[in-house]
């Protein structure tokens, strides 16, 4: 890859107008000008606990050692509007940007500037949410299941009958898309499920708790929901409106969320389900792989085939168990609810993948103390279905797509 490079002025040129979560982006230097990596991390939207860790994650990795000493880390939040986002990436393509870590807004709107910034030389890895543009990588868990397992996950719980509540995340994102289309895939097989209502919560405790509230004022005799990151604010909904009565319901991976469904007292009004859902650590992989390409120690992927699956995480009640430490070690899912805030969303640890990472790191941005960059493993990169709008645009489905591979129905359709 050869980097590309910029004088002072003409980066701060490129950046005029442009704004960062503190203001005015600062340029950084490009490779050939000071011998580091030029590598931006590039946020869409960003108001939640999910992407404060998996930002935090990305930085304390650049802070460990020998990236503190060889990367150049520039973050830029963007918003909702995929406009804002396509400007950035121009900006960074413009400054000689070696590679774009980054929670895309949109699958299709972003393609033409990525492909633009490939022919430039600038890597751009994808993280959780995807593009079609195949030059760009794409590494999320999003083929993995979520949509259809946890939806099965309910069906189950509910004995196959019942009105629930679709709380979904960001309007026109892959990811709310894809987890949505799995999900209606195993509920539409059913009759006796009654979607009483469906709305956007942005993945956020607070929205979904107040979007779940209106829900239940219209419909108090829901009997499940199916959720999507910002679960815990179901459950706070519900108590509001009934403390004596939770229902079944699946959602992500909250910490708050887990505590709760292994949580008796909860159980005994009626809470069941499971946690799957999204894992932060996702941001973390992508960018030690770019990182890895970049510097010679693992080939590129050619055109087509840079779709890359990180596993579903999958904890059901009986399956919560409290770490002692700071880190997931010997089976254990779950922190005790006066180590992290309830929202903090438990699946930022991979001993596989990141070894490098603490609590300090998802939760602060700092890197673990003593720690250095681990290879990834050889094996590491596992190849992702193709999912038509969704990773790749002239392409087919397998027909399993949605096929079970987390839980067996226990109610036939």
């Not at 150049?72 to 400054?95: F, H, K, R, W």
């Not at 815990?232 to 909250?254: C, F, H, K, W």
Request: hydrophobic fraction near 40%; aromatic fraction near 8%; glycine fraction near 8%.
């Amino acid at each position: 890859m050869t980097s590309k490079s910029k004088t002072g002025s003409a980066i701060l040129a490129a950046f005029v107008g442009t704004t960062m979560l503190a203001g005015a982006m600062t340029p950084a230097d490009a490779k050939t000008a000071d011998g580091k990596w030029l590598i931006y991390l590039s946020l869409s939207y960003s108001g939640n606990s999910w992407q404060s860790e998996a930002a935090n994650i990305v930085k304390a990795l650049a802070k460990t050692a020998p990236y503190n000493e060889t990367v150049e880390l520039v973050e830029v939040i963007s918003g909702t509007d995929p406009q804002a986002q396509i400007s950035d990436y121009e900006s960074m393509i413009a400054a000689g940007a070696d590679g774009v870590v980054s929670f895309p807004i949109s699958s299709t709107a972003l393609n033409r500037v990525v492909r633009r910034g490939c022919q430039e030389g600038t890597l751009f890895f994808m993280y959780d949410a995807t593009v079609t543009e195949q030059c760009a990588y794409n590494v999320s868990y999003i083929t993995s299941g979520f949509g259809e397992n946890s939806a099965q996950a309910l069906v189950n719980e509910l004995g196959g009958k019942g009105k629930i509540f679709l709380s979904r995340g960001v309007p026109g994102n892959s990811v709310d898309e894809r987890h949505t289309n799995g999900a209606m895939h195993i509920f539409n097989q059913y009759p006796g499920i009654e979607i009483a209502a469906e709305y956007y919560s942005y993945w956020d405790d607070r929205t979904t708790q107040q979007e779940t509230a209106k829900a239940l004022a219209a419909h108090p005799d829901v009997d499940g929901i199916w959720a999507q990151a910002g679960e815990y604010g179901a459950i706070q909904a519900l108590l509001q409106a009934n403390p004596d009565r939770l229902v079944p319901m699946t959602g992500e991976n909250s910490n708050g969320f887990r505590l709760a469904l292994a949580n008796p007292d909860y159980q005994a009004k009626g809470l069941a389900g499971v946690s799957a859902g999204s894992p932060p650590a996702q941001s973390g992989f992508a960018f030690k792989l770019m990182m890895e390409i970049l510097e010679g120690k693992r080939e590129p992927l050619a055109e087509g085939e840079r779709n890359i699956q990180y596993p579903l995480p999958w904890v059901p009640a009986d399956a919560v168990k409290l770490c002692e430490g700071d880190a997931f070690e010997n089976g254990c899912n779950a922190f005790p609810e006066d180590k992290v805030p309830s929202s903090f969303v438990t699946e930022v640890f991979n001993p596989e993948l990141l070894p490098e990472l603490s609590l300090a790191s998802a939760l602060d941005g700092q890197p673990t103390e003593g720690a250095t960059i681990q290879a990834l493993p050889a094996d590491a990169v596992q190849k992702a279905p193709d999912a038509p709008g969704i990773n790749c645009r002239q392409c087919e489905a397998p027909e399993d797509i949605y096929a079970l591979t987390k839980i067996e129905p226990t109610v036939q359709p």
